[in-house]
């Protein structure tokens, strides 16, 4: 206490300014060691209880990279494994360190006999091609691979049933009583068994379906699927509905990408080489173009030849109508009038629409559409209107003519053409997006009917309807119209219906 009293009275002889800013007898004070030190006891370490279950319900969205500020986890009660669970159906395994984490990932799946998704024998054969390669369970992730190695070997694993597949647990009754579980990869549909023995456990696939096999996939209640097939219908009991629903969805729709066709509905013969041609019924693949398409154009491939073609030409397919496991893809002709449902844990199944066998006859006509008398009039001076001279000029409507006079009345076709439907005469003069395979009028020569396709081409170009070749514009089309029937008079009615 003596030389505490001595150092405070120093301090305070000292310059104002230290007095103001330290105050000693707080600070020795506080630093007096009391007579009876009190130990204070330390605070009991609570154990952490972590709700597992808690973690199953948690529902996240996927969000793209977050350039903010975040937060981090340092210190975590849980370990978060990451594994490639299924592949897109026309994804493309170009990224190589995601390339290698998958190989790291097949390699420590087939060395460990709990992974129930390989089977026995994919089990030895992947070992055998590792090991060939010095790969084994204690330098997978040491060894040194070429990227060619690791893709051969992933691709290899791709091709098994359950191990690039998403699982959802399924229940059903009947024939399907034994699966366990609905998988979707990008191959298509697998129902999935599961086999138990004292030695071996693993999925076994009961039935593959394709992904071009799905008509539809219907919700008839919250926690049940039905899974309309081209032949029958199956129905199934889930706690994830909706999700497998969506995922068959966006998988279906994905897997169409570059497998899109569409079917002709009439023939189209021309002899423009940037064109194809195609016969009624033909199966026409669509392809994606590197030039862009004017508006009612599409571009395709038949029996090796690509090319443009009208869109009013074709109708589209749905991927369960084309049957493509042959070379040349076909409509895909049903063996069964209806679909055949599966009727399980008493829930009625939603019947689809009946696959369609072919299409229908767009040509075909109600009794309403006859005309009873011609719509074309007769003008003076021995004129005639546009549709009046086509039914009696155009090439059309006199092989229609000759047609009827031997297969009806045994002689011309009365004037005015009784016999006509409107739509018939009609479609003589309609205005068409696609170029002309033959003239309009007969002539007795072949150069003359080569010249009316061009002017009909050269038309359309003028006129915004097809694509200008190099370097054209609408004064070479003008011209070469006008310079073609200057030379060629007997062309100029052909063109002036043109």
């Given amino acids: 206490t003596t030389e505490t009293t001595e150092i405070t009275t120093e301090f305070k002889r000292t310059s104002g300014d230290y007095s103001r800013r330290i105050e000693p007898e707080q600070i020795y004070n506080s630093r007096i060691v009391p007579e009876a030190p009190v130990t204070q006891p330390e605070p009991e370490t609570q154990k952490t209880h972590i709700d597992y279950a808690a973690f199953e319900r948690v529902i996240t969205e996927l969000y793209p990279q977050n350039k903010k500020f975040f937060l981090t986890y340092s210190k975590v009660p849980w370990t978060l494994h990451i594994r490639k669970e299924v592949f897109w159906p026309s994804e493309k395994l170009e990224n190589q360190t995601a390339l290698h984490l998958i190989y790291c990932q097949i390699v420590a799946d087939v060395y460990n006999v709990g992974c129930v998704r390989i089977n026995k024998d994919q089990r030895v054969k992947m070992r055998g091609m590792l090991e060939g390669h010095g790969v084994n369970q204690q330098n997978y992730l040491s060894k040194e691979l070429k990227p060619q190695v690791k893709k051969v070997i992933v691709d290899t694993v791709k091709e098994w049933p359950t191990y690039f597949c998403r699982l959802f647990p399924i229940a059903a009754s009947g024939h399907y009583s034994g699966v366990r579980y609905l998988g979707v990869s990008h191959t298509g549909l697998r129902l999935v068994t599961r086999e138990r023995s004292f030695v071996d456990d693993s999925l076994s696939v009961m039935e593959d379906i394709r992904f071009e096999d799905v008509v539809n996939v219907v919700l008839p209640t919250s926690s049940t699927v039905q899974l309309n097939l081209r032949t029958k219908s199956l ?117 689809p629409n009946g696959v369609p066998n072919g299409f229908n006859n767009r040509d075909s006509h109600s009794p309403d559409d006859d005309s009873d008398v011609s719509q074309g009039t007769v003008v003076a001076e021995g004129k005639y209107s546009m549709m009046e001279y086509a039914m009696l000029h155009f090439r059309e409507s006199l092989d229609k003519r000759i047609y009827d006079r031997d297969r009806v009345y045994g002689s011309q076709v009365p004037k005015g053409g009784a016999d006509w439907s409107w739509k018939e005469q009609a479609d003589l003069i309609k205005w068409t997006r696609s170029p002309i395979q033959v003239s309009l009028l ?53 063109v002036f219906c043109q």
């Fill in 442 to 494: 007969k002539f007795n020569t072949p150069d003359l009917n080569k010249l009316a396709l061009e002017s009909f081409i050269a038309i359309m170009r003028f006129m915004g309807d097809y694509p200008m070749g190099t370097n054209m514009t609408e004064y070479d089309c003008a011209k070469k119209i006008l310079k073609t029937c200057h030379k060629f008079p007997e062309i100029r009615d052909e």
């Fill in 235 to 351: 129905i199934f009991k889930t706690t994830r509905a909706q999700q497998l629903k969506d995922m068959i969805d966006r998988f279906c729709l994905e897997s169409e990408k570059g497998h899109k066709y569409v079917v002709a509905v009439k023939d189209y013969i021309t002899r423009e080489s940037t064109l194809l041609s195609f016969k009624r019924g033909d199966i026409i693949k669509l392809m994606e173009p590197e030039m862009r398409l004017e508006n009612g154009w599409m571009y395709g491939s038949l029996n090796g030849t690509v090319g443009l073609f009208p869109a009013e030409y074709v109708k589209p397919l749905a991927r369960h109508e084309v049957e493509t496991s042959n070379s040349k893809p076909v409509l895909y002709q049903s063996k069964v009038n209806d679909v055949i449902p599966v009727v399980t844990n008493g829930v009625t199944p939603i019947i």
